[in-house]
């Protein structure tokens, strides 16, 4: 009876995972397309990913300090509320033609899904029994590898029209013609945003009225100077396991961006392949190998503890790697289409080891962990620099190669809770 009563909220919960996956996995989508609606430069243009992040950076303590004041519920439905709310922006957005309005869209959509992650994560966690809270996390995070696999085939069908015009073309279009052709650009996210945001409608009113218990943490984890509900700040850091966790979390996340981000740049560079080919690769091999991982990952923690999968797992993402740096033609594409694999575990793992045995603190700890995220908004500016200093895109792989040696740390020795 007490696993049933934890059934229903754990599975809207879990519904949750789904929602910020897609927010993050449609960017590669949206960048093209309004580069071309809104016709900007790629500097402009990359100021998507800039909203997303720079909403998880400044929304996750703020979060935090909600959910602990409140209660996971009504953090997850303010955050379901600023999910739709940015959804729908994006219906104006396009109406105006308005890049920044594109972007202040975006920013909400962030801020509302940055409420869901550092609610669902750590709820997830003490919704059933602790020894299973990795197992479980693991579970629910294989959500977000169905939204990462699925965001760019229905984005990529939905909302890019595949009419492309060179420069030239578009100059020798009428004032009147060339205003229609980017206005029918914008338009094409009406249906699909609107759509997005009546389902993340029906789901707040599935929270509101269903009964969705605010599980308490146990306290008894938490040294005798620090009670709950007091020096709530980044105080909370002095847990080294939960530092070493958002150290760690930043370069998992640093990773995962510039691993995929540079891919089809890449595949041109190590194997003369073209960008559809390209594209279609990462998406239907690596993509789906992360998916994959993610369940493979929660039935191998079965018989595996944790902490030691992420270590081999962060292992072998290293010498992958190593691969893709130094060899050539397709061993280095399928070394590097590989390593999503093994990246799949890292952040629910990560996430549940950092605040284990935090008690109440557990929700101002995810706030940190949440913001972490901003480490994919750092790395890969690391590997730009390194190919316009190199001439090789290979050679700024060697990034992510670094971040997943943090990452083996972690594993190895800073994940253990010191006593205080």
């Not at 927010?23 to 243009?45: F, G, R, V, Y």
């Not at 972007?103 to 997830?124: C, H, K, Q, R």
Request: hydrophobic share 55%; aromatic share 14%.
């Amino acid at each position: 009876m007490s696993k049933n009563k934890y059934l229903f909220p754990l599975i809207l919960v879990t519904s949750l995972f789904f929602l910020w996956a897609f927010l993050h996995n449609i960017n590669p989508i949206l960048i093209p397309h309004l580069k071309k609606a809104c016709q900007l430069t790629d500097t402009q243009s990359s100021f998507i990913d800039s909203a997303v992040y720079l909403g998880y950076f400044l929304i996750a303590i703020p979060a935090g300090l909600f959910v602990h004041k409140y209660s996971y519920k009504k953090g997850i439905i303010l955050g379901l509320i600023l999910y739709a709310l940015g959804a729908l922006l994006f219906i104006p957005a396009a109406g105006a033609q308005s890049y920044a309005f594109f972007l202040v869209a975006l920013f909400i959509m962030a801020s509302g899904a940055t409420f869901l992650e550092t609610v669902a994560n750590p709820y997830i966690t003490v919704l059933g029994d602790k020894e299973t809270s990795a197992q479980r996390l693991n579970f629910a995070q294989s959500f977000n590898g169905v939204g990462a696999f699925v965001a760019p085939i229905v984005g990529g069908q939905v909302i890019l029209s595949g009419i492309e015009h060179t420069p030239a073309e578009m100059k020798g279009m009428s004032p009147a013609a060339l205003a229609s052709y980017l206005q029918s650009e914008a338009d094409t996210v009406k249906i699909p945003y609107l759509i997005i945001g009546a389902a993340v409608i029906i789901l707040i009113l599935l929270f509101v009225f269903s009964h969705i218990p605010d599980v308490k943490e146990d306290d008894s984890a938490i040294d005798s100077h620090h009670a709950p509900g007091t020096d709530f700040s980044a105080a909370v850091l002095k847990h080294k396991h939960l530092a070493w966790a958002v150290v760690a979390q930043f370069f998992y996340v640093g990773a995962q961006v510039g691993v995929g981000s540079f891919f089809i740049r890449y595949s041109k560079f190590v194997a003369g392949m073209a960008e559809k080919e390209a594209a279609f690769l990462w998406g239907s091999i690596a993509m789906v190998g992360f998916m994959v991982g993610r369940f493979a990952g929660t039935f191998f923690m079965k018989f595996i503890d944790p902490a030691k999968l992420l270590t081999i797992y962060a292992g072998i993402a290293i010498l992958l790697l190593a691969v893709g740096l130094t060899a050539h033609g397709n061993v280095a594409l399928y070394s590097v289409m590989a390593v999503p694999f093994f990246m799949s575990i890292m952040f629910p793992t990560i996430f549940a080891l950092g605040i284990k045995g935090l008690g109440e603190e557990t929700k101002i700890a995810s706030s940190f962990l949440v913001m972490s995220i901003i480490g994919g908004g750092i790395a890969p500016l690391f590997m730009g620099l390194i190919s316009d200093k190199t001439g090789s895109i290979q050679m700024a792989y060697i990034v992510p190669l670094i971040c997943f040696v943090i990452i083996l740390y972690y594993g190895v020795k800073g994940h253990k809770v010191v006593k205080a």
